[in-house]
């Protein structure tokens, strides 16, 4: 049986990861898109307390254009929809944690409804490769600082453009089969992060990926260090 994992970020993120392991000891961890578990599971062999993974409740749910939605929904039978939740959203996870026999918590949200539906915080939160998914990624950066104890640690990983690294800008794909809104510079994703809200972002390191389908496209993936001495107010 085949298993099929996006860890897109995984060989980098994973070495930075190890090297930040000593912060999973007795950590509340979160891992928001988590997809079939790549990154959840690993944290979990890390040695984290406790781990929830977050990912979208149904496929309708992406952040895509409702026009774009409405069509493609309208060709499905509600079948094919819960076949399409359950390969592409739910069925990785259940049987991966079933044959690691793990403890990892599942919980189906968006992320923009990260504070009310969770009703906790977390001392070490990793997104990788959904904030590119979101039309708005400074609510969703908004949202996930929502759910972090204070000195809490984000570690972020997403599509970067590095043509112009030190000007802030974003370039937005607008085009909707592929699932992505903006590319932000590093600038521009060290100023989404401040404008959610954190004080500190650090840039650490950005690779290239190739997809392995048709157009072989390279997304040049960044990834930051993300934290914050303040609480905000709105946390449960
Ligand atoms: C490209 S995958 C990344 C998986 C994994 N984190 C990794 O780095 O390999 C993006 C994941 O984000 C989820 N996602 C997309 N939009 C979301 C949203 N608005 N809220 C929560 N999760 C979302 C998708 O369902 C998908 O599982």
Redesign the pocket.
Known sequence: MWIF??????LI?VGLIKEDSQEFIIKMLL??????G??SFYFESLGAERVVA???PR?I???SPRWYLDKKVATLSSEELEEIDFH??HGGFIVAREILESRVEMRH????DLAEALGERFDFV?????LH??RDPVL?LESIRDVMNPGAKLIL?TPVDLTDPKTSYALFVGEPSL?AWWVPSPEGLKRMCRMAGFSQCEWITSFEITRKKEPKIVDIIGIVHVADSQVSDSVP
């Open positions: 994992t996006h860890g897109l970020a995984s993120c891992d928001v898109g988590a997809a079939n790549y990154f977050v990912d979208l496929y749910n992406h952040d592409e959203l949200h968006r992320v923009y990793f997104c990788g490769s959904l998914h979101l969703g990983s699932p």
